[in-house]
Structure formats: C-alpha cells, structure tokens
C-alpha cells in the first residue's frame, strides 16, 4: 500500500472517532497562523459550498474540478496538483468518489485531508462503492459536521465560529428534509432516471429508482437492450415522465418519452454548480418529482 493510500486510510478512521489527525510537515505554509485565512481545496461542487457555509470569512474556498467540468470525466493537471499541495486541507466526499487522490499527491502534502464520508453508510454496488452520498439531505448534514469538525481541528482558535457556522446550516438541511419528506408523502414511488444517482435519496425518502444507465458512472452509455427494458417498465408502471440531467445529453430520455408518450424533466445530481444552491437545486428536484409522482 503506498504512502497516499496509507494517509487516507488513517485520517478517514481518525474522523469516524473524532480523532485529530494533522500530517506532519516541515513546510511553512502548512503552520497555522492566526492572521491567515486558511486555504482549503474542495474536489467538486457541493462540497465547495459546504465549505463556504462552514468556513465563512476564515477561509479561502477553492473548487478544483472546474466549472461545468464533469467530476467523473476530470483529471488533475500539474498546475493543478501544484494547487492542492499548496493548500492546508483538502476536502473530499470519499466514497471511491476521487479515485485520483490515491497516489497523487506521493507523499509529498503536508496538510490534511478531510474525508467527509465518515460515519455515513456508504453502498456497496456491483462495480464498488456508490459516491453520491451527497443527494440524501441527512448524508449532506454529516458531510457538513465533518467539514466543521476538521476545521475546527485544524483552527482551534475559530472552533465556536465553525460549529456555529454549521448548525445553522444544517438547520438549513433539516427543513430541506423535512419538506422532501412531506412533498412526496402520499405519492408514487418509482421513477426512472438517467443513472444509478439517487440511490441514498430513494432509500431515505422511500421511493424506487429504475436508471437508464444502470451504473454509478454517468459515462457508461445505455444500451439498445437497457432502453426498452425501460421502456416496457415505464408502461407497465403507468410512468408519463422520464428524467434526465443537468450535465447530460438528454437524447436517451427523450426517446423514452417519447415511446411512452410522456415527458422529460431534470433531477440534478448536484455534480456541478449550475447556477443555484444545494439547497434551491434539491427544491427544484423536489417540485420535478412530485410533478412526476404526484
């Protein structure tokens, strides 16, 4: 096993426990002082705004999948590495989610990284782990106390301004939640959307998720096969809506709408910004299925 996987392994436990783990380091950049705003990295979007939430005005948040750049497609430049090295934390969602942190970073980062699947049940799939851990509300919550506990180890002094900066957001989440909860109560389970996304979302919210591309990765294409099976589903279940994404060519769900005679709607999977909060998108999510179920 080599160094990186090593560091993630044992930070990843330490957070689970409640542990601090710092990585030792020589590097001057890396030495906490209380007039800087710490530089934090966060691997794709909704974690970039967790961040933000939590850190506020001590911290300098930076994205680094760029924008409107797919987070499954994206590959870190040298520029890029040179980025990450540079920061005090990394944040990550974990889950298999950044296959590229293994190894990266060869040993060589000096800061922490923060891996915010702690303490969340993570699915285990036929082709490993399913990362969206982040489209369940309750999951995002977890995700945000993490980001405040790691901060809060590694700014001691600012400790009451993240906790605090957190519970509010996570007030946030939890009305977020509840509305999810009592927007669908009553209505249809089964929806078909584009891939195998909504997996913690359905299983919190006691719905069924049928996908067009029966993967965790969006890259896979569907085949002939997997699109009339979809089909035959739909009519049997009496769907008129098929979703799509924000990020996808919705060629695929268009020809299911239209063998069906239904629709298409989008169910984001929050992968990049487009525009809106967490919290506004998954509003938005919600008023696409209960159009859809409802």
């Known amino acids: 096993m080599n160094q990186s996987v090593k560091l993630v392994l044992v930070i990843v436990a330490a957070v689970a426990l409640g542990i601090a783990v ?28 967790f961040v933000g939430r939590v850190g506020g005005d001590r911290v300098d948040a930076a994205l680094l999948v760029p924008a409107g750049v797919e987070p499954h497609d994206w590959e870190p430049t040298v520029r890029e590495v040179q980025q990450l090295q540079a920061s005090d934390m990394i944040v990550i969602n974990g889950a298999g989610f950044e296959r590229w942190v293994d190894g990266l970073l060869d040993g ?3 800061g922490m990284i923060a891996d915010t699947s702690a303490g969340i049940s993570v699915r285990e799939e036929g082709s490993g782990s399913d990362p969206h851990i982040w489209l369940s509300p309750p999951n995002a919550m977890i995700q945000v106390q993490n980001i405040a506990d790691m901060l809060s180890l590694l700014d ?6 993240y906790q605090s900066n957190a519970e509010k957001y996570v007030a946030e989440l939890a ?18 959307s584009f891939h195998d996304a909504f997996s913690y979302f359905a299983d919190e919210y006691g719905l069924t998720q049928h996908s067009i591309i029966q993967s965790t990765d969006p890259r896979i294409e569907a085949t002939a096969r997997t699109i009339q ?14 979703f799509s994404e924000d990020t996808a060519n919705s060629r695929t769900s268009e020809i ?24 506004s998108v998954m509003n938005e999510n919600l008023e696409n299925l209960r159009e859809a179920l409802c």
């Open 108 to 110: 060589k980062y000096g």
């Open 175 to 192: 009305e977020l939640d509840s509305g999810i909860r009592e927007g669908l109560s009553g209505c249809s389970s089964d929806f078909v």
């Open 156 to 161: 001691p002094p600012n400790k009451a301004y």
């Open 22 to 49: 710092v990585t030792s380091s020589a590097d001057p950049q890396h030495v906490r002082n209380d007039a800087d705003r710490l530089n934090i990295v966060s691997s794709f979007y909704p974690l970039h705004e």
């Open 256 to 279: 299911i709408a239209d063998e069906i005679g239904g629709t298409v709607l989008v169910l984001s999977p929050l992968e990049i910004n487009t525009g809106g909060t967490y919290v």
């Open 229 to 242: 099976d979809v089909i035959l589903l739909a009519r049997d279940l009496g769907m008129d809506v098929v």
